[in-house]
């Protein structure tokens, strides 16, 4: 046999790396994002969200009702992972990640990420139909009970139990004890709860009915607030359980994960161009900071890291829209690099921005406190990569 | 035929197959077959008809080239070629007239004649424009050319240099350049190999001594020369930057097979800069991956000097883990013998050489602190730093 000859080689290349998905932004794609950039523009200004995270205007610590309203119900938002026969809009991830990358532009208080990404593909993944439509038109919302910093991968959580009380009907059971940390669960009115039994299940707990408690927590990220949850004899209702349980927990924090990594391609995008907008205006030494070399450079070097970052978070994306045999590496290499670069992108906004930029009364520190609470969120990057030197074989020793 | 259809997949593979039943690629000889698949304008089907294409979608190129090989056809031999496919053809393509097209391209795609780029100098690297190389018009309309240029590669093996080169000293530098197709068979072109510190000698330096240049071989008009050359040097970039690659195809591919085979070399601190890099090359293969969809769709953006960027930062890191990975064998060398390579080969050497090569990524094509200001400038709409040499004829820039 004659060894191939370059072209062939390079036909062979071509064709392996053409097998992968798109990684463009469909014309669907762009008019979503712009629809609810136009929505966002209008109502998550800065001067919008800042008072309601801060508490100044008296609204709570919670999301922006009027404004998830608007996003899920008006733009129909909430319905693009939920499938038609439920009412839904029958989209993918892809059309979904781009939602979650502009609401990461706005740090918008609202519970996108935890109720129509992840709840609702574990709902729909545990097969149970039942609350689907209406969190598809936006009028219930619902909330993975985990501590927001579990990693896909994780053991089932096992710090909730059925416990021995008197079970209500309808086959609902009670359960018991405690969730640290939880995101989107403040304002949600179901919550699903991954509890310890015979076997572990997975449970809807309604947040109207007694035995529910939820502590607001004062959390780093002011924009998604966190709160503890604890189940005093709560009644359950039972929607799966053993294998069907752990892989409806397992999608919910990849689908969390990839979410995440778009939101953090937003975050770090908005970042930069604040940032930019301010260097080119900002003078001091008779010109614009944006003409010396030192905070160009860095810009530039931020603008490649968000080139890198968009081709990740689109493939991972992609790969779950056609669930994709490489979604597991998909979604550890996009979260691994869009948290790190939302992160730096932040941190360099500040940086760039000096005093005004280091204020209560500016923005920057919103997105700093959002891009380092989701490097932690579904995983931190370090977690990730650990996933991945398993996934490709890179042993560690 | 008429131009007013788009040609699509099947229309180029149902091309192929007719050209190939007239030419069977067994039995005609290689140069002919590839001249007449140039005059049938399957060479580069993007490029216009009567040029080597058919106007056809880029993207219908990877189909092109694919149905070929799979026929067992010959290959033009694209990797000596690099500097006249990459950046000579579209420059030509682009500013060249009529007969200059006529002339050139059909050579140069088949091969037959080869190109080097005769670009920078001792005196002129990262600010190209102020090059100092002459051409001054003789009495008989010819341009005569003297001067010295440097980091040529493919000189020693070339028919043909594109020359950007001063043609007019009294006007601030980038408006005094001129752009010609420079013979290198003159007898006043001089190359001699430039070592490298890897030992080889990819490169040359290239002496200009009364280079008589006919007009007719001027690209673009009188002064026009840092345009055109502008075009060439984005071309450039996108084609260092831009190859397609399967996971695990480039650099990465050699360190994670070696920390495979060598468990004994396994510490922590290697296997977390070994997996960050790893993400990293992956993630910016994705990204080449999806600059050339967004080409192939027509969207073209200036991602291409973001993979530039990229591609030598993870080589040199990439290759310094390697040549650590190594551990003993780390200190022995392959080979300081000065070879005359084409073109920067990584694969095949040991890690050392890769180490040391991979210092020339941020240098060669654009140095990575240039390509950072373009980036901040003409994609971030950064203001320029204070200019001092801006509106200052050429000849009274202090040198």
């Known amino acids: 046999m004659t060894a191939p000859t370059e072209a062939e080689v390079e036909a062979e290349e071509q064709a392996a790396a053409d097998r992968a998905p798109d990684l463009l932004y469909s014309e669907t794609e762009t008019e979503l994002r712009d629809s609810v950039r136009s929505l966002l523009a209008a109502r998550a200004k800065p001067e919008d969200v800042l008072p309601r995270a801060d508490g100044s205007n008296d609204t709570g610590p919670g999301a922006d009702t009027a404004l998830w309203h608007a996003l899920a119900a008006d733009l129909g938002c909430a319905s693009l992972l939920v499938p038609e026969d439920d009412d839904g809009a029958g989209a993918s991830f892809r059309e979904a990640a781009t939602v979650a990358e502009e609401l990461g532009r706005w740090v918008a208080p609202v519970p996108y990420l935890g109720s129509a990404i992840v709840a609702t593909l574990v709902l729909e993944s545990a097969g149970d139909h039942r609350h689907l439509p209406e969190l598809a038109r936006g009028d219930v919302t619902a909330a993975l009970a985990v501590g927001f910093e579990t990693a896909p991968g994780a053991a089932y959580p096992l710090t909730t139990r059925v416990s021995g009380s008197r079970a209500g009907d309808g086959g609902t059971v009670r359960l018991r004890g405690q969730v640290r940390g939880v995101a989107d669960a403040l304002d949600a009115d179901l919550l699903l709860v991954p509890a310890d039994g015979v076997p572990h299940g997975l449970y809807v707990v309604g947040t109207g009915t007694g035995g529910v408690r939820r502590t607001p927590v004062t959390s780093l990220d002011m924009t998604r607030p966190l709160c503890d949850l604890e189940f005093d004899d709560a009644e359950a209702r039972p929607i799966a359980s053993g294998r069907a349980a752990a892989d409806a927990f397992q999608l919910g924090l990849i689908a969390g994960a990839a979410g995440l990594a778009a939101e953090q391609l937003g975050i770090a995008e908005k970042c930069l161009e604040m940032t930019v907008a301010y260097v080119k205006e900002r003078r001091q030494f008779a010109r614009p900071i944006g003409s010396f070399q030192g905070l160009k450079h860095r810009l530039a070097d931020l603008w490649v890291a968000i080139t890198q970052a968009r081709a990740a978070a689109r493939y991972a994306a992609a790969c779950l829209a056609e669930g994709d045999d490489d979604t597991p590496v998909a979604v550890a290499l996009a979260k691994a690099q869009c948290g790190d670069i939302a992160v730096h992108a932040a941190e360099e906004c500040v940086q760039m921005h000096g005093g005004i930029g280091f204020t209560w009364e500016h923005p920057a520190h919103l997105y700093l406190k959002r891009a380092k609470a989701d490097s932690i969120g579904f995983g931190t990057s370090s977690q990730h990569r650990a996933t991945l030197a398993t996934l490709v074989n890179l042993p560690k020793s | ?399």
């Not at chain 2, 008429?2 to 593979?13: F, H, R, S, Y």
């Not at chain 2, 977390?272 to 769709?297: C, P, S, T, Y």
Request: hydrophobic share 40%; aromatic share 8%.
């Open chain 2, 1 to 399: 035929m008429l131009n007013n259809t788009v040609l699509t997949t099947a229309d180029i593979q149902a091309k192929v197959k007719e050209f190939l039943a007239a030419h069977d690629p067994k039995e005609t000889p290689r140069l002919d077959f590839l001249r007449a698949r140039y005059d049938a304008g399957l060479a580069w089907v993007h490029y216009p008809e009567g040029r080597g294409g058919l106007g056809a979608p880029r993207a219908l190129q990877t189909v092109t080239d694919k149905a070929f090989a799979a026929a067992g056809a010959p290959s033009n031999d694209p990797g000596i070629q690099v500097i006249g496919l990459g950046m000579a053809a579209p420059t030509i393509l682009a500013f060249g007239s009529a007969e200059q097209q006529e002339r050139w391209l059909r050579p140069l795609w088949t091969g037959e004649e080869i190109w080097c780029q005769l670009f920078s100098e001792p005196g002129a690297g990262s600010d190209l424009a102020s090059l100092a190389t002459r051409a001054e018009r003789s009495d008989d309309g010819d341009w005569i050319v003297n001067g010295q240029k440097v980091w040529t590669s493919l000189a020693h093996q070339a028919r043909w240099a594109i020359l950007v080169a001063r043609t007019d000293p009294d006007v601030p530098k980038h408006q005094g350049l001129s752009y010609f197709v420079c013979d290198m068979t003159d007898p006043g072109v001089d190359v001699r190999p430039l070592r490298q510190l890897t030992g080889e000698a990819e490169f040359n330096e290239v002496f200009l001594t009364d280079v008589r240049i006919p007009d007719s071989h001027r690209i673009a008009q009188v002064g026009e020369g840092w345009k055109v050359a502008q075009g060439t040097l984005m071309n450039e970039r996108v084609a260092i930057g831009g190859a397609g690659i399967p996971r695990e195809g480039g650099m990465i591919g050699l360190v994670a097979r070696a920390w495979r085979q060598h468990p004994e070399r396994r510490t922590p601190g290697l296997h977390d800069r070994l997996v960050r890099l790893w993400a990293e090359a992956e993630v910016a293969r994705l990204a080449g991956l999806r600059l050339r969809q967004q080409l192939a769709a027509g969207q073209p953006g200036p991602e291409g000097s973001a993979a530039k960027v990229t591609f030598a930062r993870l080589n040199q890191e990439i290759s310094g883990l390697d040549v650590e990975l190594a551990g003993a064998d780390g200190l022995r060398y392959d080979d300081w013998s000065m070879r005359r390579p084409a073109h920067a080969e990584f694969l095949g050497r040991d890690p050392g050489f890769r180490y040391l090569r991979a210092k020339g990524n941020s240098i060669e094509g654009g140095t990575s602190e240039v390509l950072r200001n373009i980036i901040a400038e003409r994609v971030l709409g950064l203001p320029s730093e204070p200019r001092v040499d801006k509106d200052v004829p050429w000849k009274d820039l202090p040198r």
